[in-house]
């Protein structure tokens, strides 16, 4: 077991794996917990937000974890499994800390903090000891300077005030994937997470939104300029759009719509036409449409863009002009797997699987998912009466609407 460091800055924290005594990996950190009292000199840390199985956050005691180092945190294994839920005398180091302007006693130095330190007092207690900020920048300078000071030498940490900021806690979310997060983003106070928002740039926002539940985007979508909502939905993919869309009040949704891109907006209101249970109704817009005469070579160009998932990247669709949705009449798909196969120079068409029917629009979640499975596809197209390709339905799309309601948010609260 490695040997715990005498002092542990809490930013450093996040993301790392939590093991337990066997050594498996039982989530990773998210947040640091702690109370502020006045009559303490140094508050006290009482426990971690972890990141466990299914993006459910729990509480870990400090009382549980037996070890920590710059790689991995080590804990008894003994953790209540319960939803965490701040409590009103507590607060997140990580999630409302960072950002707060303050100002150090000794030297009236101003800045807002970037980092938090903890260490382990000789009660074995863990205290928060020091306080990492950054100046405001000065004339030429492009970022101010930094300082790491006493706890106890730190103005404006106790209590909260308007106007935080939240450019360093969106830095330390930037390596996470979009739905750690939005589980991270969830769990923030409501004024915190409005900060948060006003803060990211649009794409990562529709990102971060496609992943809460139904609730919160709608909360955070009406906090927002109506000319700032457009802007975000037509970066979130057409199908979550016309989800989110249809769950504001029919004015708004109106409004917003007239506001979006006109080709982004068609997109979603052709969506909006079908059943929300339906193929229709989840499909996706927007997959990976080639001409009869495109190669492999090109193919496999395409399934390379980063912004496309697995699902999405898994088929090629072979269609007739025009090449969007809704084509001319789709003559066939291909398989990634079977294009890694081929030489470059091959044209797609020669590959085609056209063995398979074709999901309709008006198709049922049952339909959907007994079609995936009897063809083992992690995809399927979506076609109309004429055989015209209008998007396509990935497994991902299908189980966000066989899963209850509300799963990404059960069980609130902590014994």
């Known amino acids: 077991m490695s040997t715990t460091p005498t002092r542990v800055f809490a930013a450093r924290l996040a993301g790392l794996p939590v093991f337990d005594p066997q050594g498996d990996q039982v989530g990773k950190v998210r947040d640091v917990v702690v109370v502020l009292r006045a009559e303490v000199r140094q508050?006290?840390?009482?426990?971690?937000?972890?990141?466990?199985?299914?993006?459910?956050?729990?509480?870990?005691?400090?009382?549980?974890?037996?070890?920590?180092?710059?790689?991995?945190?080590?804990?008894?294994?003994?953790?209540?499994?319960?939803?965490?839920?701040?409590?009103?005398?507590?607060?997140?180091?990580?999630?409302?800390?960072?950002?707060?302007?303050?100002?150090?006693?000794?030297?009236?130095?101003?800045?807002?903090?970037?980092?938090?330190?903890?260490?382990?007092?000789?009660?074995?207690?863990?205290?928060?000891?020091?306080?990492?900020?950054?100046?405001?920048?000065?004339?030429?300078?492009?970022?101010?300077?930094?300082?790491?000071?006493?706890?106890?030498?730190?103005?404006?940490?106790?209590?909260?005030?308007?106007?935080?900021?939240?450019?360093?806690?969106?830095?330390?979310?930037?390596?996470?994937?979009?739905?750690?997060?939005?589980?991270?983003?969830?769990?923030?106070?409501?004024?915190?997470?409005?900060?948060?928002?006003?803060?990211?740039?649009?794409?990562?926002?529709?990102?971060?939104?496609?992943?809460?539940?139904?609730?919160?985007?709608?909360?955070?979508?009406?906090?927002?300029?109506?000319?700032?909502?457009?802007?975000?939905?037509?970066?979130?993919?057409?199908?979550?759009?016309?989800?989110?869309?249809?769950?504001?009040?029919?004015?708004?949704?109106?409004?917003?719509?007239?506001?979006?891109?006109?080709?982004?907006?068609?997109?979603?209101?052709?969506?909006?036409?079908?059943?929300?249970?339906?193929?229709?109704?989840?499909?996706?817009?927007?997959?990976?449409i080639l001409p009869p005469d495109a190669t492999v070579a090109e193919a496999l160009a395409r399934v390379r863009n980063e912004d496309l998932t697995p699902s999405l990247a898994a088929l090629v669709y072979v269609c007739r002009p025009p090449m969007e949705t809704p084509t001319g009449k789709l003559l066939g798909i291909a398989h990634i797997q079977r294009l890694l196969r081929e030489p470059p120079s091959e044209l797609v068409a020669g590959v085609l699987d056209t063995s398979i029917d074709y999901l309709h629009a008006d198709a049922s979640l049952e339909d959907v998912a007994v079609f995936l499975a009897t063809y083992n596809l992690v995809a399927a197209p979506v076609v109309d009466d004429e055989g015209r390709l209008l998007g396509t339905v990935t497994v991902d799309d299908l189980l966000d609407h066989l899963l209850p309601e509300g799963w990404r948010d059960r069980k609130p609260g902590r014994g």
């Open 43 to 288: 508050p006290r840390v009482v426990g971690l937000v972890i990141e466990v199985f299914g993006r459910r956050q729990i509480f870990a005691p400090m009382t549980r974890v037996t070890a920590i180092d710059s790689g991995q945190v080590m804990t008894t294994g003994l953790l209540n499994m319960r939803r965490f839920e701040l409590r009103t005398t507590e607060t997140l180091v990580i999630g409302q800390m960072l950002d707060r302007k303050v100002r150090v006693k000794s030297s009236g130095v101003e800045g807002v903090v970037f980092d938090v330190a903890m260490e382990q007092a000789r009660t074995r207690d863990w205290v928060l000891s020091r306080v990492a900020l950054q100046e405001g920048s000065k004339g030429f300078r492009r970022r101010g300077q930094t300082h790491v000071v006493e706890w106890d030498d730190v103005e404006g940490l106790a209590r909260r005030e308007a106007g935080q900021g939240a450019t360093h806690l969106i830095a330390s979310l930037a390596d996470l994937k979009a739905a750690d997060a939005a589980n991270v983003i969830h769990a923030l106070p409501r004024d915190r997470r409005s900060e948060v928002v006003a803060a990211m740039d649009d794409e990562r926002l529709a990102e971060v939104i496609e992943e809460l539940p139904e609730e919160d985007q709608v909360e955070i979508l009406e906090h927002l300029s109506h000319e700032r909502a457009a802007d975000v939905l037509e970066e979130m993919s057409p199908d979550d759009a016309a989800d989110l869309i249809n769950d504001l009040p029919p004015e708004t949704a109106a409004h917003l719509l007239e506001l979006m891109e006109p080709a982004e907006a068609e997109d979603v209101r052709r969506l909006m036409e079908y059943g929300e249970e339906t193929a229709g109704g989840m499909m996706t817009p927007e997959p990976v």
